[in-house]
């Protein structure tokens, strides 16, 4: 199993920038495609971002493409969400989460993951 931590949420103007962490520590992080998922108020969670094994393939929602980018740095078991222009309809909490098998490619499904942090809460004002 993996187990991983979301860090860096906060409150940010609309058209601000903010870097979210993803920390994973358990069993061998390379084993593991990660996505970040998102979850506003009132509505149901939704694919964001994610990043194969190697880090060489990424997949993103339409709705983020060219504002977000995922990245994942092997050697300090980490996944990273670095989203630009915000806007306040971004507004949610952000979830990382790690596929349930290991295959090579993220998927934009929630259910093809098994392992889920707490979530970190951005907000974005206008």
């Known amino acids: 199993q993996v187990q991983v931590v979301e860090s860096g949420g906060g409150l940010v103007q609309a058209g601000g920038s903010v870097r979210l962490s993803c920390a994973a520590s358990?069993?061998?992080?390379?084993?593991?495609?990660m996505g970040w998922f998102r979850q506003a108020p009132g509505k149901e969670r939704e694919f964001v971002a994610g990043?194969?094994?190697?880090?060489?393939?990424?997949v993103y929602a339409d709705s983020v493409k060219a504002r977000f980018t995922i990245s994942r740095d092997n050697a300090k078991n980490t996944v990273y969400l670095q989203m630009n222009s915000l806007k306040p309809e971004d507004t949610a909490v952000y979830y990382c989460?790690?596929?349930?098998?290991?295959?090579?490619?993220?998927?934009?499904?929630?259910?093809?993951?098994?392992?889920w942090g707490q979530g970190t809460q951005v907000t974005v004002s206008s």
């Open positions: 989460a790690a596929r349930a098998s290991y295959d090579t490619y993220a998927g934009t499904s929630a259910e093809l993951y098994a392992y």
């Open positions: 358990g069993r061998t992080f390379t084993s593991y495609a």
């Open positions: 990043v194969s094994r190697s880090g060489g393939s990424t």
